[in-house]
C-alpha cells in the first residue's frame, strides 16, 4: 500500500482524481468505478473538472457504478445512483463511452446483479477501483464478515451501516440490503485508490492498513492489493 497523507479534504479530493485519470492516461479504454457518497464528492467534482478541463480524455473509457442500496433506484434521494448521475455524469461536458449504474430498484434483483458481474466480465478488469471505507470497513457493501471470493452480490447491511444510512435518509427509508461489486473484482483492479478523510475514519483506517487482514474488516484486504493507494486527508490518517 502507498500511503498519500494530504492536508485536508480538497487535497484528498484532487490526488484521487488525478489518480484515477492517470489510469485512463495509461489505458483510454479504461474501465472505471467510483463510490457514491460524502467521501468522494470533492473527488467526482475535481474529476469531471479534469475531464471538463480536457486533462483527460474520457470518450473511450466506460464507468461502472459500486453498489447500491436495495430498493433505491437512480432517481431517489440518497443513492447511490442518482450521486452518479449528479454530481459524476451529469457534470462531464464529454461523456463516457458507456456507464452501467446499478438500478437497486430492479425488479429482478437477481439479474441486477448478474448484469454487474457481466458487464465488469465483459469490460473489465477495472482499470481503477475508488473506495471509501465504512465506519465498519467496508468496502461498497462488502460489510464485515464478507467472503472475500465474492463478485457481485446482495448482502444484508451492518448495523452499522445502517446507523450510518440515517444521515442520507434520515427516518424517509430503511434499507436492509445492499448490491454490490466484491471483494474479487475490487482485488482484480489494477489500480486501487481509498479515500478517507475525517477524524471519526482514523480508527477504522489504522486497523485496514496496520491492522491483520481479516474479513472482520474489509478494507484491510487491500493490504494484499499490489498496486493500492491510500489517500487520507490529515485527520483520518492520524493513527496511521
Ligand atoms: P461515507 O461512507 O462517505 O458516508 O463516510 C464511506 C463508505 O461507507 O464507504
Not at 445502517?162 to 471483494?183: A, L, N
Request: glycine share 8%; with cysteine; net charge negative.
Amino acid at each position: 500500500m502507498e500511503l498519500i497523507i494530504c492536508k485536508d479534504y480538497e487535497e484528498m479530493s484532487r490526488k484521487a482524481a488525478s489518480l484515477a485519470a492517470d489510469s485512463v492516461r495509461q489505458n483510454p479504454r479504461a474501465l472505471l468505478s467510483f463510490p457514491g457518497g460524502d467521501t468522494p464528492l470533492g473527488m467526482v467534482h475535481a474529476f469531471a473538472d479534469l475531464v471538463n478541463a480536457g486533462e483527460v480524455d474520457i470518450s473511450k473509457a466506460r464507468y461502472v457504478s459500486l453498489d447500491e442500496w436495495v430498493g433505491l433506484s437512480d432517481t431517489d434521494e440518497g443513492s447511490c445512483g442518482l450521486f452518479n448521475r449528479t454530481e459524476l455524469l451529469g457534470r462531464l461536458q464529454k461523456p463516457f463511452l458507456d456507464a452501467h449504474i446499478i438500478d437497486g430498484a430492479a425488479k429482478d434483483i437477481e439479474a441486477e446483479r448478474k448484469a454487474l458481474d457481466a458487464y465488469i466480465a465483459r469490460y473489465g478488469p477495472l482499470d481503477v477501483s475508488v473506495l471509501g471505507i465504512g465506519m465498519n470497513g467496508h468496502l461498497g457493501f462488502n460489510e464485515d464478515g464478507v467472503d472475500f471470493g465474492l463478485h457481485a452480490h446482495i448482502i444484508p447491511l451492518s448495523d452499522v451501516t445502517k446507523k450510518v444510512m440515517t444521515k442520507y435518509f434520515g427516518e424517509k427509508c430503511h434499507p436492509e440490503y445492499g448490491i454490490s461489486q466484491g471483494i474479487a473484482q475490487i482485488m482484480a483492479a489494477k489500480k486501487v485508490v481509498l479515500i478517507a478523510n475525517g477524524a471519526h475514519k482514523a480508527d477504522i483506517l489504522a486497523q485496514a492498513v496496520r491492522g491483520e487482514v481479516t474479513n472482520r474488516v474489509p478494507a484491510s484486504v487491500l493490504q494484499n492489493h499490489p498496486n493500492c493507494f491510500v489517500v487520507a486527508d490529515e485527520a483520518a490518517a492520524a493513527k496511521l
